[in-house]
Nanobody, 125 residues
Framework: QVQLVESGGGLVQTGGSLRLSCAAS????????LGWFRQAPGMDRQFVAT????????YYAGSVKGRFTISRDNAKNTVYLQMNSLKPEDTAVYYC??????????????????WGQGTQVTVSS
């Protein structure tokens, strides 16, 4: 059972930056594909970014491409989401997710087995 704990959310003005972190309890962290999703009130959970087990493959939602960067540090069992040029429409609860096998970049929430509790990101206009 992998436990994921997000941190780094908060309130920021339009154009600002935040870095989210997600720490995992699993010793074999480098076997897991990881993703970031977000959910705004009244909306479905939305894919944001994903990174494969090695960190050599990443994929982004079109709405964040060029502004957000996903990365991982397998030595620290942590995945990051650097968010720049934030917009009010980025306001949501952000979740990290993990899956333990596969060879693709996964963008559907149902493809992930483990989830964190979420961290709130609010971008003021």
């Amino acid at each position: 059972q992998v436990q994921l704990v997000e941190s780094g959310g908060g309130l920021v003005q339009t154009g600002g930056s935040l870095r989210l972190s997600c720490a995992a309890s699993e010793r074999t962290f480098n076997n897991y594909h990881l993703g970031w999703f977000r959910q705004a009130p009244g909306m479905d959970r939305q894919f944001v970014a994903t990174i494969n087990w090695s960190g050599g493959g990443t994929y982004y939602a079109g709405s964040v491409k060029g502004r957000f960067t996903i990365s991982r540090d397998n030595a620290k069992n942590t995945v990051y989401l650097q968010m720049n040029s934030l917009k009010p429409e980025d306001t949501a609860v952000y979740y990290c997710a993990a899956r333990s096998w596969g060879s693709h970049l996964y963008v559907q929430a149902v493809e992930y087995r483990y989830w964190g509790q979420g961290t709130q990101v609010t971008v003021s206009s």
